[in-house]
């Protein structure tokens, strides 16, 4: 397992920048690296940020880039229209990514109007981000994304081949 230290030098590793904006680690995958930061909604720059949930791991997101490539965003877009719970599930994770970042927000002291209302990955009546969607669900387990939780599983064992870096 990484301690803070080097878990900022992991995810600058992870990304190929330095990280900006982080708050914590929100999620660590199989093999110890975190996968998913916490970030705070404004960036040190002043730019407000909405993705709370932001996922690290390349090896991960390069699946994800693969999954979306493949229509799987289109297919869960057109279930959001005819699935009323799927919909009712996808619009409880939009108000508990709001409620994070909220949490996050007054943890930092930083209040982001310019933000308000608007969660990511197209919550709560849009797919257009699966990265997102993976991230929220690693972070806050299973049954909170629904979606998420799918792409989770449609993604595998990204960590099987070990470490991303």
């Not at 878990?7 to 982080?22: F, M, S």
């Not at 960036?43 to 709370?52: R, V």
């Not at 990511?120 to 299973?142: I, T």
Request: glycine share 10%; aromatic share 4%; with cysteine.
């Amino acid at each position: 397992m990484s301690e803070p230290l080097e878990d900022e030098q992991v995810i600058a590793a992870q990304l190929g920048r330095p990280p900006r904006g982080v708050h914590s680690v929100a999620h660590r995958c199989p093999c110890g690296n975190p996968d998913v930061v916490a970030t705070e909604p404004r960036l040190p720059n002043g730019t407000p940020f909405p993705t709370t949930y932001y996922l690290t791991c390349p090896r991960a997101s390069s699946r994800i880039g693969t999954l979306e490539a493949s229509g799987l965003m289109r297919e869960m877009q057109d279930r959001l229209g005819t699935d009323e719970e799927l919909a009712a599930g996808y619009r409880a994770a939009h108000e508990s990514y709001l409620a994070d970042r909220a949490e996050i927000g007054a943890a930092a002291e930083q209040d982001v109007p310019e933000i308000e209302g608007i969660s990511a990955g197209g919550m709560p009546d849009r797919v257009k981000c699966l990265h997102v969607l993976a991230a929220h669900a690693l972070a806050k387990g299973p049954g909170v994304n629904p979606l998420g939780d799918e792409v989770l599983e449609a993604l595998g064992a990204w960590w099987a081949g070990g470490a991303c870096v």
